[in-house]
């Protein structure tokens, strides 16, 4: 065996012991996110009433980045907050529309029209002041 060959040798043992600590390292990281993953979904089932649970699930196969984002602000909420109220489906349409920027929507319909609660009110109010100056 000549100079070379031990030099090729050590290398080569080098590498393997680098992909070696390198394999660990990322089988320690998936563990890891494992464990934390199943943490937060105990959390979430914990506090979450069932109705809640469910349409958050739905929420995040429809809309992954709002489901996720959602999710992400509950469990803050639970962790550092200190949060320990039930979460009910309401509360979490509520941070869904914050997130999305909507305001709330409330629809009438009236002689098969449908409008908007807001601009229903708003023409009843317009009505009921033409009508008070009339008398």
């Known amino acids: 065996m ?3 060959d031990t030099e ?11 992909l070696v600590a390198r394999e660990k390292k990322m089988k320690a990281s998936r563990e890891h996110k494992q464990k934390v993953g199943t943490e937060r979904e105990k ?10 649970l469910v349409y958050l699930d739905g929420l995040k196969k429809s809309e992954p980045t709002i489901g996720n984002r959602v999710q992400e602000i509950i469990l803050y909420l639970l962790v550092y907050r200190g949060l ?8 979490i349409r509520y941070i869904e529309r914050q ?3 909507e305001g709330p929507k409330i629809r009438v319909q009236r002689d098969g029209e449908i409008s908007d ?3 229903y009110v708003r023409e009843a109010i317009k009505e009921n002041k033409d009508d008070t100056k009339k008398d």
């Open 2 to 4: 000549t100079d070379d």
């Open 8 to 18: 090729l040798a050590i290398i080569r043992r080098k590498k393997m012991a680098e």
């Open 43 to 52: 959390l979430l089932k914990r506090f979450l009433n069932p109705d809640a």
């Open 84 to 91: 320990r109220e039930t979460v009910t489906q309401i509360d």
């Open 99 to 101: 997130i999305k920027g």
């Open 117 to 119: 609660f807001g601009s």
